[in-house]
């Protein structure tokens, strides 16, 4: 057990596991942009924690300290490869504590968001990569930093968290576990479904929390779980099975008919960190037009092609009779799953985008709210995605940022909390932008089911609900041909066409241009619609950096407001790949 008790941690409410012995928790203020940050290692050696962008040690901006002979040292340092950090000479890291017990050794720090400082990172709402290390030995002096021996490592962390998180405390609330039972295939990419019904309430109640119960052999094969909500029982011969979702016509129909989503967990998203909804909305069950059915549906990614994994993962839902105010909604956005989305490779950056226009839900939804919340989301690709947006547009103008992460890391997808509410009024329009790395491909990826295929989505949580349950936009084979002055009957025609060309990046940078510039159909899916409309990808601005103006803020021992912000804490580590 660590040490984690009285003052030590108060007011740091983020806290992880990085390696045995090793905990990092954090806290921060978004007002004043201050973040602390406290490390308990099992060591009486050096420890050491920071920031990078390049997972590992290039670049890399870390904290250093130690205690010897009852005196502190702690250094601000910066690595420029893979070799020991040097000390910053812009010191911008304020020490708080440095001790030890006769086991651990204890720090804690605080600095600003941005300190302005070349050698130092910015902590964004990014996810940033976590690297961490630590050594029984100690310095003999500033410039000689024993190796790290044993404990050390790199891990994707969302720091500025906006995510509620304490737990509600409810009256009249009960618990439903929608778990598989299931031993996962031998097949690189297979997707497991299972149907069932609710139990009957009686009356509308509320889900007002998610968990993810993660009970398995081998938890890394789990890379996504979405559960669904039915409207009727035209598929109660398929009740309790639990089977390929898409093995034929019959069973790729029956399962995606079930398409409002009430629940999702990604890959890296902790077991112990559930789905706080606000105390003002939540998902509605037992009311007339509410799911009467639901499939939990389970991508398990098994290219290492494990034997005989046993499942019982799924979801702990949370419910109350306590109606809230609103009811809450999961609206499924991107691009939908077509092979035509294609991504070229031997590129570092290749942009695709998804539209959401939500002008029909005002024509054709029952929803008589002329706006809703946005209050979070599931930003979702498979292996190469490296960024992900969603973006506001109005008349044809970009009026804002409703998520994002450009430094987005596929091995954590977990629910990422918009800072305050995004209102989007009826007739704007989603953007959602993915940007792939496909350097370490030598053949065109197209959109599919498979892992080492591609998507673009978002799952975006908001209020009040409607009855859209999905809004995506794609291209057909024809579509795209014609874009690129190209002939192709089909989808495989289009792709062989295309796998012939030669990559280079002028190549490149024309296809995504012009299939941006390309018409997109847009389909919407609900209870009562499943209708096709056109239209365009609207410009989208470049990306403005703000010079760095270092906040004046007085400095207070404690940081106690949490919110949300991708960081990664990266410790020094120097040997790391």
């Not at 990569?129 to 969302?158: E, R, T, W």
């Not at 007002?208 to 979405?226: A, G, S």
């Not at 998203?269 to 939990?296: H, R, W």
């Not at 009024?425 to 295929?453: A, K, Q, S, V």
Request: aromatic share 10%; with cysteine; hydrophobic share 35%.
């Amino acid at each position: 057990a660590g040490v984690w008790v009285g003052v030590w941690a108060e007011g740091l409410p983020h806290r992880h596991l990085l390696a045995p012995g090793f905990h990092v928790s954090w806290g921060f203020e978004t007002g004043e942009q201050l973040i602390t940050f406290a490390v308990e290692a099992q060591t009486r050696g050096w420890v050491g924690l920071g920031l990078t962008r390049s997972g590992g040690m290039e670049g890399a901006d870390m904290a250093v300290g130690w205690v010897k002979d009852g005196r502190q040292y702690f250094h601000d340092r910066y690595a420029v490869g893979n070799e020991q950090p040097l000390i910053d000479k812009s010191q911008d890291l304020t020490l708080l504590s440095l001790t030890q017990n006769g086991s651990h050794t204890l720090l804690k720090y605080r600095r600003l968001f941005r300190t302005c400082d070349s050698n130092d990172l910015d902590i964004t709402e990014d996810t940033m990569q976590l690297i961490f290390a630590c050594s029984s030995s100690l310095p003999s002096n500033n410039s000689s930093l024993p190796m790290h021996d044993g404990v050390y490592g790199v891990k994707s962390v969302q720091i500025l968290n906006y995510a509620p998180s304490d737990i509600p405390r409810m009256a009249n609330a009960s618990v439903l576990d929608i778990l598989t039972n299931f031993t996962v295939p031998q097949t690189a990419s297979f997707y497991s479904c299972k149907l069932e019904k609710f139990p009957d309430y009686g009356k509308k109640i509320h889900i007002y929390m998610v968990e993810p119960v993660i009970r398995t052999q081998d938890p890394d094969l789990i890379y996504q779980m979405i559960l669904y909500g039915c409207p009727s029982a035209y598929g109660t011969s398929h009740m309790q099975l639990t089977e390929d979702c898409f093995a034929n016509q019959a069973t790729t129909n029956l399962y995606t008919a079930c398409s409002s989503v009430l629940a999702v967990w990604g890959l890296g998203t902790s077991q112990s960190q559930p789905l706080i909804f606000p105390e003002e909305a939540g998902i509605s069950l037992g009311a007339l037009g509410d799911p009467e059915f639901y499939v939990l549906q389970i991508h398990y990614d098994n290219r290492r092609n494990a034997s005989g994994v046993w499942d019982n993962s799924g979801f702990r839902i949370h419910l109350t009779s306590e109606i809230r105010e609103n009811d809450l909604g999961i609206l499924w956005t991107g691009i939908a799953l077509f092979h035509t989305l294609l991504i070229p490779p031997k590129t570092s950056a290749y942009k695709t985008f998804g539209s959401c226009d939500t002008s029909p839900i005002s024509q054709n939804s029952n929803q008589t709210s002329s706006e809703v919340k946005i209050l979070a989301g599931h930003l979702h690709t498979h292996l190469l995605g490296r960024s992900v947006r969603v973006l506001q547009f109005r008349n044809g103008q970009q009026v804002g940022v409703v998520l994002e992460d450009k430094t987005f890391d596929p091995a954590l997808q977990e629910a990422k909390f918009a800072k305050e509410p995004v209102t989007v009024p009826r007739g704007d329009i989603l953007i959602t932008e993915c940007t792939y790395n496909t350097e370490g491909r030598t053949e065109i990826t197209n959109g599919g089911l498979d892992t080492i295929e591609e998507m673009c989505m978002s799952f975006l949580l908001y209020y009040p609900k409607f009855e859209i349950a999905t809004c995506f936009s794609y291209q057909d084979s024809t579509t795209v041909a014609n874009a690129l002055g190209v002939s192709a009957n089909s989808d495989s025609d289009l792709y062989n066409t295309l796998s012939s060309w030669s990559w280079t990046e002028n190549a490149t940078e024309d296809m995504q241009e012009k299939i941006r510039d390309a018409p997109q159909y847009l389909v919407m899916s609900g209870d009562n619609m499943d209708k096709d409309f056109t239209s365009n990808i609207p410009s989208i601005p470049a990306e403005r950096v703000s010079p760095c103006v270092r906040a004046q803020t007085s400095v207070s021992p404690h940081v106690t407001a949490p919110n949300l912000c991708s960081l990664i804490v990266l410790l020094i580590a120097w040997g790391v790949d």
